[in-house]
C-alpha cells in the first residue's frame, strides 16, 4: 500500500531565510505593525512584531525584492500569530499570507529567492489531514 500521508512542510512555496526592511501596515487604521521581514516565500512572509495585530486581520505589505528593482505593494491578512516563547523563534512576530501578487513581481520574487537558503524547519513535522484526504479521494 502507499503513503498517502501528507506533511505540512511539503509546501506549495518554498520559505528561505532573508533579513529585509519592509513595512506591514493595518488596513483599519494604517498603523505600522512591523518593519523587518525574517522569512519570505510567494505566498507570504514572516515579520517580526512591532504592535498588536489580530488573526485575519487585514494588512498592506510593501517591501523591495531583493537583487532587483521591482517594489511590491500588496494585500494580505495576519495568517499566523507568533508569541517568540519557543526555542528557535525569533521573537513576537506574524506570519502574513500575501494576496496575489502581479506577475512580473512574482517573477522577480521567484528568481530572488534562489539567492537565500531555506528556512530550517524547529519542530517534528506534522501531517497535513486535509491534502492526505485529497490524495486518498483523488484515487
Known sequence: MANFVVHASARTASRRTVR???EVVRTRDYRLIGRKM?????DGLQILAEDEAMLHEDVEVFFRVPYSGVHVLAEGHVARVIRG??????GPSYG????GLHPDAMDALRG???????????????VDYAA??????AL
Open 20 to 22: 529585509l526592511g519592509c
Open 38 to 42: 525574517v522569512d519570505l516565500s510567494t
Open 85 to 90: 516563547k519557543r526555542p528557535g523563534d525569533y
Open 96 to 99: 502574513i499570507s500575501l494576496g
Open 112 to 126: 530572488a529567492q534562489n539567492r537565500f537558503p531555506p528556512t530550517m524547519p524547529w519542530r517534528p513535522r506534522r
Open 132 to 137: 492526505t484526504i485529497r490524495a486518498i479521494s
